[in-house]
């Protein structure tokens, strides 16, 4: 699975997992870095222990783009991202 990530456009903020603006870090608005933020590939892969019970795990990757390699250059720079997780679901 993939997803692609923009800016709305060149005058928006990058916003964090709250809905606030990010304003540190290199970040803000900058229209000449352009509004692609990154792009994400994910492996999933789920069991279902029982009829109400499911297991799943999962691996991405995130690559950074234009704007947050060019928003944090000057404060050490962007690194792809790794993750990994497990999840169970439980039915009741």
Same mark, same amino acid.
């Given at each position: 699975?993939? %997803?692609?990530? @923009?800016?709305? &456009?060149? %005058?928006? *903020?990058?916003? %964090? $997992?709250? /809905?606030?603006?990010?304003?540190?870090? /290199? +970040?803000?608005?900058?229209? =000449?870095?352009?509004?692609? $933020? /990154?792009?994400?590939l #994910?492996?999933?892969?789920? +069991?279902?222990? #029982?009829? %109400?019970?499911?297991?799943?795990t =999962? +691996?991405?990757?995130?690559? #950074? =783009? *234009?704007?947050? &390699?060019? *928003?944090?250059?000057? $404060? =050490?720079? *962007?690194?792809?991202?790794? @993750?990994? +997780? $497990?999840?169970? #679901?439980?039915?009741?």
């Amino acid at each position: 699975m993939g %997803n692609v990530f @923009w800016l709305a &456009d060149k %005058n928006d *903020s990058f916003y %964090n $997992v709250g /809905g606030a603006p990010r304003a540190t870090g /290199g +970040y803000g608005i900058h229209p =000449g870095y352009g509004n692609f $933020v /990154g792009s994400e590939l #994910t492996a999933i892969a789920g +069991y279902a222990l #029982t009829r %109400n019970a499911q297991i799943e795990t =999962g +691996y991405g990757h995130f690559f #950074t =783009g *234009s704007y947050i &390699d060019k *928003s944090v250059a000057g $404060v =050490g720079g *962007s690194k792809d991202a790794d @993750w990994i +997780y $497990v999840q169970t #679901t439980i039915k009741f």
